[in-house]
């Protein structure tokens, strides 16, 4: 069996498309992968860094919404998806696996024109147009809220890294503590803005750094390989330790009581599946599906949400050490986090593409 996974451009895109595949060498080391990407994404470093082989296309940008650019795709498609068939030709795929981006709708297409099955993943609320389409081409569709429109839509979750998906907050704490370089018995405050750091995240910690250390919180900030911060504290207070990127976030989950984050996709089901309680910031551009991302997991009782607009120093004062301060309210709230989380959207993933490729009949492998 070979399946071909179309997961290009971003992180959210990437991660979920390589978790899937660890899954399906898993449950079979003999399945042959192959990830479509193109030359601008990071997936050009990210699948051969995991060990998957990978084939180019062209970028194919699409509009998020229906414009007049929208007529222009199918001409700057065509070649697109003429290339991508001949991929699927020359591995011989068995199924196609979608994330979004750009290289998903090529994918989809040249699927279709081969008659090969193929799986549809959103991972956000608000899906673009490229998973829009996929999902009227196929009844295999991943979601990763149970609030999705698209159709055929079942809810999976993300598939996860699984030293995510594993993880034990409480048995690894104490690792964890130590490795960030914190005290081992302070409530743990997590900020971080995605793999580029939040300007604005940033610059409120910053502001409430002092009131957050005299409640006796401590702190363990990401604030972005491109962002500087200076912080002037009194001695005497908790660590309050500044990264600039966090290559384990297994165990800055695991040291951390509570979270101030983004609302991404992935960051919202990493969270929910490890059972630590956040207050979501959605990214005030774009679209708004970061707060849709978000509003399912809050609604569970699992974290906080504020726009960025409102989020200020007061605001942190107010609502965020309060919590942190709260043992018996951190444990409710980690407890609904966890029960709202997926940790096995790669398993039910995989179950899914043999079901397409018609290697499931009820529930048993072929």
Known sequence: MHVVLAGGGTAGHIEPAMALADALRRHDPRIGITALGTSRGLETRLVPERG???????????????????????????????????ILDKVKADAVVGFGGYVALPAYLAARRRGIPMIVHEANARPGLANRVGARLTPYVAVSTPDSKLPHARYVGIPLRRSIATLDRGAKRAEARAFFELEPDRPTLLIFGGSQGARRLNEVAAA???DILRA??????????????RLDLPDGLPPYRIVPYLDRMDLAYAAADAALCRAGAMTCAELAAVGLPACFVPLPIGNGEQKLNAQPL?????????DDA?????????????????????????KAAAEFGRRDADEELVRMVLEAAGKVVEGETR
């Open 52 to 86: 998957y082989h990978l084939e180019l296309i062209p970028a194919v940008p699409l509009p998020r919404k229906p414009t007049a650019d929208l007529l222009t795709v199918p001409g700057r498609l065509a070649g697109t998806v003429r290339q991508t068939a001949e």
């Open 208 to 210: 409430t750094a002092v």
């Open 216 to 229: 006796g919180i401590q702190v363990l900030h990401a604030i972005g390989p491109n962002n500087e911060l």
């Open 298 to 306: 809050v609604r569970a009782g699992g974290g906080l949400l504020v």
């Open 310 to 334: 409102e989020l200020t120093p007061d605001w942190l004062r107010r609502n965020l050490i309060p919590l942190l301060t709260d043992a018996e309210r951190l444990a409710a709230m980690g």
